[in-house]
């Protein structure tokens, strides 16, 4: 049974910095992409940035780039998401997940596994 654990989130005031990680169980980690997503309250869920299997390829919505950079552990099954310079619009619940494909996606429905997300709350 495939599971994904988020950890790292909380309370930071604008400018500031946290580290997210997700620890999967269950699969192959290393066949799969791994995306981060989140979601604010009464929107829908938002692509945040996608690394492939052997983190050659990355991908990150434009509203991250330069401030979010999303890595993962192999050995540790583990991906992260380091997120600087954060911003009282980054604020919402943050999701990871995971896919089989080859080609890193922002479309959530082609994501087959999902943790159960961790609050960040950015203050300004």
């Known amino acids: 049974q495939v599971h994904l654990a988020e950890s790292g989130g909380g309370l930071v005031q604008a400018g500031g910095s946290l580290r997210l990680s997700c620890a999967a169980s269950g699969l192959t980690f290393s066949s799969y992409v791994m995306g981060w997503f989140r979601q604010a309250p009464g929107k829908e869920r938002e692509f945040v940035a996608a690394?492939?299997?052997?983190?050659?390829?990355?991908y990150y919505a434009d509203s991250v780039k330069g401030r979010f950079t999303i890595s993962r552990d192999n050995a540790k099954n583990t991906v992260y998401l380091q997120m600087t310079s954060l911003k009282p619009e980054d604020t919402a619940v943050y999701y990871c997940a995971t896919e089989k494909g080859v080609v890193l996606t922002a479309i959530p429905s082609l994501y087959d596994y999902w943790g159960q997300g961790t609050q960040v709350t950015v203050s300004s």
């Open positions: 690394i492939r299997r052997s983190s050659g390829s990355i």
